[in-house]
């Protein structure tokens, strides 16, 4: 671009110093106003129509990524199949996931949501929440605070409600429940006053009914 302006403005002077300061004919002038149109053209050939056609280019490929940008979002926020990282696939379909949540049963229980809500409020240690699984017995029969742990665990996940526990719930997540065993255990600790004792007393009863089966019922 700047050889060509360069040789524009050496073509002038040449023609300035040329002639003697008289005015032109119309014929000259017309003439010399052919000239620099021819001169400004090939100045725009090589020089603008390229920069325009970078300018094109560079627009469409801009487009191009906002196109699939858009493309994959609209994967994710609609549940579509996408695969995570297109570089590294390499067919196996475990490179390839969903963001489509499977439906839920609508008795189901988030079993370490209700663990942690319930450990913020009433911490105990988790060798207790074994032990207690395993023999249906705590560390320290006294320990209020591991009571009100297990009222809250079977209250927040829906196995027991104001002392009543909820026999389907009970029968899907802990134990086949046989015989009168709810009605049984719903009447244990009814002499005690303090909620969360009442309460441990019925799970406790839950609890070494369910290890009673288990092991009447081996599975092997």
């Known amino acids: 671009m700047f050889r060509t302006i360069f ?4 073509l002038s002077l040449i023609l300035v110093f040329g002639q003697d300061i008289v005015t032109d004919s119309p014929e000259k002038q017309q003439e010399m106003h052919a000239f620099f149109k021819t001169i400004r053209g090939q100045c725009a050939d090589e020089n603008l129509i390229p920069y325009v056609k970078t300018l094109a280019v560079v627009a469409l490929l801009s487009l191009s990524l906002c196109t699939i940008k858009a493309l994959q979002d609209h994967a994710k926020d609609n549940g579509d199949i996408f695969i995570i990282n297109y570089d590294s696939f390499d067919g196996d ?10 439906p839920r049963a609508a008795d189901y229980v988030d079993f370490d949501e209700v663990m942690h809500y319930c450990n913020a409020s009433f911490i105990t240690p988790m060798s207790n929440v074994l032990q207690f699984n395993t023999t249906g017995a705590l560390p320290d029969e006294n320990d209020k605070t591991s009571m009100c742990y297990f009222h809250c665990f079977f209250e927040k996940a829906g196995l027991m409600d104001n002392y009543k526990l909820n026999a389907d719930l009970v029968r899907k997540y802990v134990w086949p429940a046989t015989g009168d065993s709810i009605e ?3 009447n244990e ?4 006053t303090n909620s969360c004792g009442r309460g441990f007393a019925i799970i406790k009863c839950v609890v070494l009914r369910a290890l009673t089966d288990a092991r009447n019922n081996p599975v092997v």
Do not use: N, R
């Open 7 to 10: 040789v524009i403005g050496f």
């Open 93 to 102: 379909v475990d490179d390839i996931s969903t963001t489509t949540i499977a």
């Open 184 to 186: 049984v255990c719903e």
């Open 189 to 192: 600790g009814k002499d005690v």
